[in-house]
């Protein structure tokens, strides 16, 4: 039985801050797909929690380049990490040492995602390039290009058929993984800094500097809603596991969690002191955790 209660609409409010430990500079905040462990990626590497948070960290993988992101394998053996050295990392989480290291961007990678069977990792940063490494042919990667700036966020959707990608040239673009071929291309209001797909795969948010965070189905690109999240911009975005709710991360400074189905703001949670650049929900719906340019990482509950 869980410590916490699962959050809902119904407690959203009741919501309070948990914990806070000092990171370093943090790029994102994930749990492995079980819940097992909490990771952290900062400048010089990922810190992991084994089993609960707080404290010392029970493993530092640490990296010679600043890690700008990371993600977990679905069956959290194995995560992957987007190096500002312009590669890709393989690693097992049980040891210190790269597993692969995959090459063929040309700037710093930003963006690092597992697809849902673990076959498959895509990637994009400052080289414009959407990059797919199938891990069925080794360690090669095929590129696609197409978008005019840097790319900041991707994503998996439609159980692995499809990719997308977010950039500061204001579109969003999805890949057909099949192919590696363009499916389509959804203009945004402003810059993107990051997107999330719902826990069935069907539905994407998108977060802009503009604050708007946007829905689309992912099969058809259609606009199905948007919600004005973060006056200043809005840096960060996540579903709950059971897609009824959507929590928030912005240059405000504050976490907001909102009711998906009717757009409705539940609660502001303030504590960091600089903007929220990552957030996730644990697989449970149990806890939210944020990372700030404040270099802390906090936990969420209801009591």
Not at 39 to 48: D, E, I, M, P
Not at 82 to 106: K, Q, S, Y
Not at 119 to 134: A, K, P, T, W
Not at 212 to 229: C, D, M, P, Q, R
Request: charged share 20%; hydrophobic share 40%; proline share 4%.
């Amino acid at each position: 039985m869980s410590l916490y209660s699962t959050i809902s609409a119904d407690n959203a409010s009741q919501l309070s801050q948990l914990i806070a430990v000092q990171c370093g500079f943090i790029t994102q905040v994930a749990w492995s797909g079980r819940g097992t462990a909490l990771g952290v990626s900062h400048g010089s590497g990922v810190w992991l929690w084994n089993g609960g948070f707080g404290g010392e960290p029970d493993r530092q993988i640490t990296s010679e380049t600043p890690i700008k992101g990371f993600a977990f394998s679905p069956d959290g053996t194995a995560m992957v990490t987007a190096g500002a050295d312009m590669t890709v990392r393989l690693w097992m989480t049980h040891l210190d040492r790269p597993l692969f290291i995959l090459r063929g961007h040309g700037d710093s990678v930003n963006s690092v995602a597992f697809s849902p069977n673990g076959r498959m990792i895509v990637s994009g940063g400052g080289d414009r390039e959407v990059r797919l490494f199938d891990m069925r042919e080794s360690v090669k990667s095929t590129p696609m290009p197409g978008h005019t700036d840097e790319i900041t966020s991707v994503v998996f959707g439609l159980n692995g058929k499809v990719a997308a990608s977010g950039a500061r040239d204001m579109t969003i673009r999805v890949w057909e993984t099949d192919h590696c071929t363009l499916r389509y291309v959804l203009d945004q209001p402003d810059w993107v800094r990051d997107l999330a797909v719902s826990p069935d795969g069907k539905l994407l948010a998108s977060a802009c500097k503009d604050g708007i965070v946007s829905f689309y189905e992912l099969e058809t690109g259609k606009n199905v809603g948007l919600i004005n999240a973060h006056i200043d911009g809005t840096d960060a975005v996540a579903f709950s596991p059971d897609a009824s709710l959507l929590a928030t991360g912005g240059r405000d400074g504050l976490v907001k969690v909102w009711e998906l189905a009717t757009g409705k703001l539940l609660v502001e949670l303030a504590g960091h002191d600089k903007p929220v650049l990552t957030v996730t929900f644990n697989p449970s719906g149990t806890l939210i955790a944020s990372g700030s340019g404040d270099n802390t990482v906090r936990a969420w509950s209801v009591p």
